[in-house]
Nanobody, 117 residues
Framework: QVQLAESGGGLVQPGGPLRLSCAAS????????MGWYRQAPGKERELVAT????????NYADSVKGRFTISRDNAKNTVYLQMNSLKPEDTAVYFC??????????WGQGTQVTVSS
């Protein structure tokens, strides 16, 4: 079992920054990939960004490339999503995700990000 604890969501004005954090309850050594998905009202959940904890290989959705940066701190079992130049269309519930070496997937409870003036 892996619990994922998200933090950092909130209300931000267009063009502003926000940083999300996701802390895993287990060591990164059992996690193959970790990252963020988001789901806007009336839309399907979509990938935002992922990272491999050990190798640091990243993957981004086209819609966030150049604006969002995913990083990790293996000592803290934590992944971060730095979001810059936020747009109203980034408004969604953001979910942390982890895929383990055992082949299991885990999700956080979600954190709301609202971009509005």
């Amino acid at each position: 079992q892996v619990q994922l604890a998200e933090s950092g969501g909130g209300l931000v004005q267009p063009g502003g920054p926000l940083r999300l954090s996701c802390a895993a309850s287990r060591s990164m050594f059992i996690i193959n990939a970790m990252g963020w998905y988001r789901q806007a009202p009336g839309k399907e959940r979509e990938l935002v960004a992922t990272i491999t904890p050990l190798g640091g290989v990243t993957n981004y959705a086209d819609s966030v490339k150049g604006r969002f940066t995913i990083s990790r701190d293996n000592a803290k079992n934590t992944v971060y999503l730095q979001m810059n130049s936020l747009k109203p269309e980034d408004t969604a519930v953001y979910f942390c995700y982890a895929h383990t070496t055992y082949g299991n997937d885990y999700w956080g409870q979600g954190t709301q990000v609202t971009v509005s003036s």
